[in-house]
């Protein structure tokens, strides 16, 4: 096999890979995305951890959150939802989400932990399982939602621009 077949067949594979992984369900996609993105903030946190040994874990921890945002915003807007433009817009929208998040697990962890006297880590996997379907909805309908396609008298009137 020659070189240009070579690189021929190497594009190929790629692009039925890539073909591949977006005609996967699109909840497979974000299950994976999230997974990747909290072992990836758990590996981030034991770096920066090894690295700045002097700071305070608090503020490791801050680092860890501002780096991992961006992965995992881009991530989940490129790999997962397939949106392009309104960066900013979607960022803020995701990091509503992760802060709403986190107050959901607190609630979740205190109410099955407290009232409910359930283990610890048990309650965390609930929490994750309920977290994973609110934030896939939350993501999907609210930070990379998808404009909606005109109607048939919008577009009618949108020729005459009177509806905007």
């Known amino acids: ?3 240009k077949n070579s690189i021929k067949h190497l ?21 994976i995305m999230a ?5 990836l903030r758990y590996v981030l946190f034991i770096l920066l951890s090894i690295l ?6 608090q503020l490791t921890l801050l680092m860890m959150w501002l780096i991992s ?3 995992a915003f ?12 309104n960066h900013l817009k ?7 989400i992760w802060t709403l998040s986190y107050f959901i697990n607190a609630g979740i962890l205190a109410l099955l932990v407290n009232q409910y006297q359930l283990n610890l880590y048990q309650s965390q996997g609930i929490a994750i399982c309920f977290l994973l379907i609110s934030n896939y909805l939350l993501f999907k309908h609210f ?13 009618l009137f949108s020729v005459f621009d009177i509806i905007k």
């Open 1 to 3: 096999m020659n070189i």
């Open 35 to 39: 997974a990747l993105n909290m072992g």
């Open 52 to 57: 700045f040994t002097t700071l305070h874990y």
């Open 74 to 85: 881009y991530s989940y807007k490129k790999l997962v939802f397939a949106t392009n433009g």
């Open 69 to 71: 945002s961006f992965i």
């Open 11 to 31: 594009f190929n594979h790629e692009r039925s890979l890539i073909e591949h992984w977006f005609s996967t369900d699109e909840r497979i996609r974000f299950a």
């Open 90 to 96: 979607e960022y803020l929208k995701s990091i509503a």
């Open 143 to 155: 930070a990379f939602r998808k404009p909606s396609p005109l109607k048939f008298w919008e577009k």
